[in-house]
Structures are given as C-alpha cells and as structure tokens.
C-alpha cells in the first residue's frame, strides 16, 4: 500500500472515534441536563421583585455568592453570564437570568418573576406594560443570507 492510503485510512479512523466519543458525550451531558431541569422545576417560586440593573459579566466580577463561585470550575467562572441585580423584599440580590429570557427583563420595573435558588427562569411585568424587546441591527452577512433565501424561495423572511 501506498502510504498516502496508510495515513488516510489512520486519519478516517481518528475521526470515526472523535464521533463516538463525542456521541456518548453527549448523551451523558443531556442526561445531566435533564436532571438539572428537573430540579429546576422542583424548586421554582413566583417572586415579586424590583429589577435594579441587569447585565452580561463574567462570573467572578459578578458578586455571586462564595459558595456558587466555589461550586463552579475554571472555565465557568471566565464565561460570561446574565446577571440581574434586583431588589427582594428589603435586600438586594444579583441573580442568574435565563438567556431565553434575559432580553425581555425589564430594568427599573416592578415584574413577578419565577425563580429556583438564584437562577430566573420567566419574568412576567406587574405594573404598567412592559416595552417592547429591540431588534438588535442584523450583521451583514446575516443580511445577505437572508436575501438569498428569501430570493431563492427557500424560506419567508419576516
């Protein structure tokens, strides 16, 4: 055999156990997932709130808890996180938002919001109307990709 052939067949067989292995990983991850979901919705309650301040920060400049700054690896506490700090009652605490929901918290308002330990998973407006969510300006390629799928037919745009 050719060793062009010998390193092809060497490097296919890399790739075929990189996609195992990242198959079974996976699996495990979204197993862990939904156990943590589960817990989640084990111990949500429905909180009225005065929304101070809200932002994306790294963990460690959050001033979150020792205790969750404990529980967290390395890499997590160089991430970026949605932070809300938000009045309770008479204390001031900084929460964790959903970053499905994080976009539409409303600042300087009063919303009844669902939270399990200090992660918010839904806010609902208590007061008023709550404004709009902002479009945020798409990218140019966005733009154009989206030009030429809504030339092509290939979906509607809007």
């Not at 292995?21 to 979901?37: C, N, R, S, T």
């Not at 506490?77 to 409303?106: C, H, R, W, Y």
Request: aromatic share 4%.
């Amino acid at each position: 055999m050719k060793t062009g052939t010998i390193v092809l067949i060497i490097v296919l067989l890399v790739l075929i156990a990189a996609v195992v292995a990242l198959y079974f990983v996976g699996k495990k991850a979204q197993k862990k997932q939904a156990e943590q979901q589960q817990q989640i919705e084990a111990m949500k309650q429905t909180v009225s709130m005065l929304i101070i301040d809200k932002k994306r920060m790294k963990m460690k400049d959050a001033g979150l808890p020792q205790q969750v700054m404990e529980s967290a690896n390395r890499f997590a506490k160089n991430t970026k996180l949605p932070v809300v700090k938000a009045k309770i009652g008479p204390q001031i605490m900084t929460l964790i938002a959903d970053e499905k929901i994080f976009d539409s918290i409303p600042v300087k308002k009063e919303v009844k919001a669902t939270v399990s330990g200090i992660y918010i998973t839904a806010v609902k407006g208590l007061h008023g109307k709550t404004a709009p969510v902002e479009q945020k300006k798409k990218s140019w390629w966005k733009r154009t990709v989206e030009a030429a799928q809504e030339k092509a037919g290939a979906k509607s745009v809007k």
